[in-house]
């Protein structure tokens, strides 16, 4: 398999980065160099960046880009160091992060798309403290510090996409906020059937994309 790759010579903006993933398949060439390099097989595995990275190899991709905005709280007198990441069935999830809380939600209107805007305190005020106070009345006296905006890449069923994408293309993408959870058995399989054939102590041929052709579609119980 011979791919053609191309590397920039210059750092570029996060508005050409963007545009670039999501638009087309390679940079302005005056800006960068052409290389070529062979390869027995790729693997696709970027995230919300995967339908086009997959339209260059022919392939569609069932998900779609949802932005998810992170806000980081302080809530003195309440410390979640001893627990784990805490999924609430609102949709909101947080954990301990440092001396402070990480708090994230995508309310069920947000649209598709590549955005990376942050609404700060006022999201964290409208759609994160409510759902966290009716969880834990000791979340009353939280506070907002910071936050950010990221991707999450949702797929019809809310499970990831993983296996034998086409002729030498595998895929491991998609999964819908699973992907830090899953990510180690996902790699372990995927690397089975990259080198083997065939899956071997871990069976994913459940998550191939396939499903959503013929409607067997993996749902989990709680899907935020």
Request: charge should be negative; include cysteine; glycine fraction near 12%.
């Amino acid at each position: 398999m011979r791919l053609f790759c191309w590397s920039a010579e210059a750092k570029l903006t996060d508005a050409e980065l963007t545009r670039m993933l999501t638009e087309d398949g390679t940079g302005a060439p005056g800006r960068g160099r052409l290389a070529e390099i062979h390869a027995q097989a790729i693997g696709i595995t970027v995230g919300a960046w995967a339908p086009n990275v997959l339209r260059m190899v022919g392939l569609e991709c069932p998900s779609q880009p949802v932005r998810r905005q992170i806000c980081i709280v302080d809530c003195r007198g309440t410390d979640l160091a001893s627990y784990g990441m805490i999924f609430d069935t609102s949709g909101v999830y947080f954990h301990n992060e440092g001396p402070h809380i990480l708090a994230g939600y995508s309310p069920p209107e947000e649209p598709p798309g590549y955005s990376f805007e942050f609404e700060g305190e006022p999201f964290f005020e409208r759609d994160i403290w409510p759902r966290m106070y009716a969880r834990a009345s000791c979340f009353e006296r939280l506070r907002f510090v910071d936050g950010w905006a990221g991707l999450y890449e949702m797929t019809p069923d809310r499970s990831g996409i993983v296996g034998r994408g086409g002729e030498r293309v595998y895929e491991a993408h998609s999964f819908s906020a699973h992907g830090v959870m899953q990510s180690y058995a996902v790699g372990q399989a995927l690397a089975e059937l990259i080198a083997t054939g065939s899956y071997g102590a871990l069976d994913l041929s459940a998550l191939r994309r396939e499903r959503f052709a013929t409607g067997q579609l993996v749902y989990e119980e709680l899907h935020w």
